[in-house]
């Protein structure tokens, strides 16, 4: 079992739709989770952490952790073109030192 | 403007010859890291220094080398033994002992063997 595992998609949404995005983690005892987007061929760039079972809201972003489950999804709400990217799911495991894994990423294409 | 600077961008390499690859960072950040992303798959860990003069090994140390004498800077060798070196390499850094860990990254830096 991978560590932390997405689904590759892509996930094709309309423009103005909600998109959602899953990721699920195998350390039980695992910290912190960050998801991030990557356009192709650039760096990734945060988007949200979470650290607490719940929703955490930013602007078009929600970020879902449940840990009894080991569930952590993003929701984008009113999806735009320009959210069309890879969206990489990384986790901070339970290690005993600072060491994010992340997941191969789901693409995500939102149509005009 | 505080961030993370790679070097080259785009690098292209003969079999058998090493290559560093710059990575300077002005964000006051202790700990560095350099991740390996292949099409298709997601990051993988090489190395990660907490401090100066300290670095410990990734997931897929072999066939790299890096070294920590200043704080802000965390350069990675690709030497000839990298079996496979074609890749994006990201540097990244964060504030170590920071509950939630978050990492910035650099640009990039595309190394392409021939």
């Known amino acids: 079992q991978k560590e932390v595992e997405q689904n590759s998609g892509p996930l094709s949404v309309p423009e103005g739709a909600i998109a959602s995005l899953n990721c699920t983690y195998s350390?039980?005892?695992?910290?912190?989770f960050f998801w991030y987007r990557q356009y192709s061929g650039k760096s990734p760039e945060l988007i949200m952490f979470?650290?607490?079972?719940g929703d955490k809201e930013d602007g078009r972003f929600t970020a879902q952790l449940n840990k009894a489950s080991q569930y952590v999804s993003l929701l984008i709400r009113d999806s735009q073109p320009s959210d069309s990217a890879t969206y990489l799911c990384?986790?901070?495991?339970?290690?005993?030192?600072?060491?994010?894994?992340f997941g191969t990423g789901t693409r995500l294409l939102v149509s005009p | 403007d505080g961030g993370i600077t790679q070097s080259p961008k785009y690098l292209f390499r003969k079999e058998g010859q090493n290559v560093t690859l710059s990575c300077e960072q002005n964000?006051?950040?202790?700990?560095m890291y350099w991740y390996r992303q292949d099409p298709g798959q997601g990051l993988r860990l090489i190395y990660y220094?907490?401090?100066?003069?300290?670095?410990q090994k990734g997931d897929i140390a072999e066939g790299y080398s890096v070294s920590r004498e200043k704080k802000e800077s965390f350069p990675l060798t690709v030497t000839s033994a990298q079996k496979n070196p074609t890749a994006f390499y990201l540097c990244?850094?964060?504030?170590?002992?920071?509950?939630?860990?978050?990492?910035?990254f650099g640009e990039g830096s595309r190394l392409t063997v021939l």
């Open positions: 350390d039980r005892g695992s910290q912190s």
């Open positions: 990384a986790v901070n495991l339970n290690t005993g030192f600072q060491k994010l894994v």
């Open positions: 220094s907490q401090i100066v003069n300290d670095f």
């Open positions: 990244a850094s964060s504030i170590w002992g920071r509950q939630t860990g978050e990492l910035f």
């Open positions: 964000l006051n950040h202790d700990a």
């Open positions: 979470i650290y607490s079972n």
